[in-house]
T-cell receptor, first 117, second 112 residues
Framework: GAVVSQHPSRVICKSGTSVKIECRSL??????MFWYRQFPKQSLMLMAT?????????EQGVEKDKFLINHASLTLSTLTVTSAHPEDSSFYIC?????????????FGPGTRLTVT | DQQVKQNSPSLSVQEGRISILNCDYT??????FLWYKKYPAEGPTFLIS???IKDKNEDGRFTVFLNKSAKHLSLHIVPSQPGDSAVYFC???????????WGAGTKLIIKP
């Protein structure tokens, strides 16, 4: 099946610094990738939809200047958390869309645990 | 407004028995439904899906049933195994190109 990777898997950073998370589709091209975050014991929350070659579409309540998304190629999307604060500590997951038998299906990366101290 | 609901936050089932996870939705325009399994600190893994034109889809130990009139779907796992212990998310799509709308998840615990 389709494989999506994320790097890094874990990152600890100091408050005020920026962190970049990479999402790659390894064996397929993804024109659309999605970024989610998950708080403990809660469902996945869609942050933004990333389309290759164009600006990302952010969900309501997500600060686009804080969470910078770049989808520069068909296999790579990056999420940069700028000026991170402890409340940004979370589990960030990306997914990439590929065509399945009934239409598009999403394949998820393994996630990145961000801890801001 | 939660369009996809999983009303049971957790479910405990004896190993070997059937696990039934439920999901309700409010939007009758959803035309594709998916189940994902998630272990702690990992990304979700796709399990099984069903198109709205079907009422059942089976894949090994996993079967998904869709009742459109009741706006309800369920995932059956039989027989349940210890490795099935995880959080299960139900998700829906408005059309084949649209983003997933997620339920809150149900934590399944398989007891030995």
């Amino acid at each position: 099946g389709a494989v999506v990777s994320q790097h890094p898997s874990r990152v600890i950073c100091k408050s005020g610094t920026s962190v970049k998370i990479e999402c790659r589709s390894l064996d397929f091209q993804a024109t659309t990738m999605f970024w989610y975050r998950q708080f403990p014991k809660q469902s996945l929350m869609l942050m933004a939809t990333s389309n290759e070659g164009s600006k990302a579409t952010y969900e309501q309540g997500v600060e686009k200047d804080k969470f910078l998304i770049n989808h520069a190629s068909l296999t790579l999307s990056t999420l940069t958390v700028t000026s991170a604060h402890p409340e940004d500590s979370s589990f960030y997951i990306c997914s990439a869309r590929d065509r399945g038998p009934f239409g598009y299906e999403q394949y998820f990366g393994p996630g990145t645990r961000l801890t801001v101290t | 407004d939660q369009q996809v609901k999983q009303n049971s936050p957790s479910l405990s089932v004896q190993e070997g028995r059937i696990s039934i996870l439920n999901c309700d939705y409010t939007n009758s325009m959803f035309d594709y439904f998916l189940w994902y399994k998630k272990y702690p600190a990992e990304g979700p893994t796709f399990l099984i899906s069903i198109s709205s034109i079907k009422d059942k889809n089976e894949d090994g130990r996993f079967t998904v049933f869709l009742n459109k009139s009741a706006k309800h779907l369920s995932l059956h796992i039989v027989p349940s195994q210890p490795g099935d212990s995880a959080v299960y998310f139900c998700a829906a799509q408005l059309d084949s190109n649209y983003q997933l709308i997620w339920g809150a998840g149900t934590k399944l615990i398989i007891k030995p």
